[in-house]
């Protein structure tokens, strides 16, 4: 079991950057994928990036490709999403997540079975 808890969130000016964190508590952080989704006012939960167990291999959703970059460091238990050129459309609740799941990325919700609170980032016009 894993428990996370994402910070870094906040208000930032479109073109501007922020970097999300996400710490992890439990057992076995490397045994698991780690993915970042976002909900943005009224909208359904999307997928957005995600990192390989064992780091490596990465994959990100079309609208954030070259944006943002998904890493993690073990010996920390965190994982991080680094996010560049933000425009008012990334406005959203961004989550973390943790898989166990035997898909190579996995990219959906149902993959996904611990979920931390969100952080929340608004980038204004």
């Known amino acids: 079991q894993v428990q996370l808890a994402e910070s870094g969130g906040g208000l930032v000016q479109a073109g501007g950057s922020l970097r999300l964190s996400c710490q992890a508590s439990?057992?076995?952080?490397?045994?698991?994928?780690m993915g970042w989704f976002r909900q943005g006012p009224g909208k359904e939960r999307e997928f957005v990036a995600v990192i390989r167990r064992s780091g490596g291999a990465t994959r990100y959703t079309a609208s954030v490709k070259g944006r943002f970059t998904i890493s993690r460091d073990d010996a920390k238990n965190t994982v991080y999403l680094e996010m560049n050129s933000l425009k008012p459309e990334d406005t959203a609740m961004y989550y973390c997540?943790?898989?166990?799941?035997?898909?190579?990325?996995?990219?959906?919700?149902?993959?996904?079975?611990?979920w931390g609170q969100g952080t929340q980032v608004t980038v204004s016009s």
């Open positions: 997540a943790a898989s166990s799941k035997v898909t190579w990325l996995p990219q959906m919700i149902y993959e996904y079975g611990y």
């Open positions: 439990g057992r076995d952080f490397s045994s698991y994928h």
